[in-house]
């Protein structure tokens, strides 16, 4: 059985805890067992992906990879300067590309000393499919 780590990240949080995927052999949905609060009906990735879209930035970082795949850290930079007004500095907007990279939304590739960022709305599925959006 495969297990999910709740990094307890609400109001009074700060606790670890490692919990088994699925129902628990009671037929109930397995919860945290320190606060008895019950896991979302989604996984956590679809979880990552609601907190990556949550920042300006990184919905900035997006809309320019969906404008233009396959960008480097120094042209998205530019480009969010340029376009959006933005002047993270090249480590911000680098740990924004990890938080995006964890949650699926961005892949990257590695060519020699560069390496670069492309879209991938893969993980927006999940969301459309569980909320279908009506025609």
């Known amino acids: 059985m495969g297990h999910d780590l709740d990094l307890g990240g609400g109001f009074g949080g700060g606790h670890v805890a490692i919990l088994p995927r699925g129902p628990d052999p009671a037929g109930q949905r397995s919860g945290d067992p320190w ?10 990735p679809v979880g990552d992906v609601f907190r990556a879209l949550a920042d300006p930035t990184r919905r900035a970082i997006l809309d320019e ?48 000393r560069y390496k670069f960022h492309s879209l991938d709305t893969a993980p927006l599925r999940a969301i459309t499919e569980r909320w279908r959006i009506d025609p």
Do not use: P
């Open 65 to 112: 990879l969906q404008e233009r795949d396959d960008q480097t850290l120094f042209e998205l930079c530019a480009r969010l300067i340029s376009r959006h007004g933005l002047g993270s500095s090249r480590q911000a907007v680098s740990q924004h590309l990890d938080v995006l990279e964890a949650a699926g939304l961005v892949t990257t590739r590695r060519e020699g």
């Open 35 to 44: 606060t008895g609060k019950h896991l979302l009906a989604y996984d956590a």
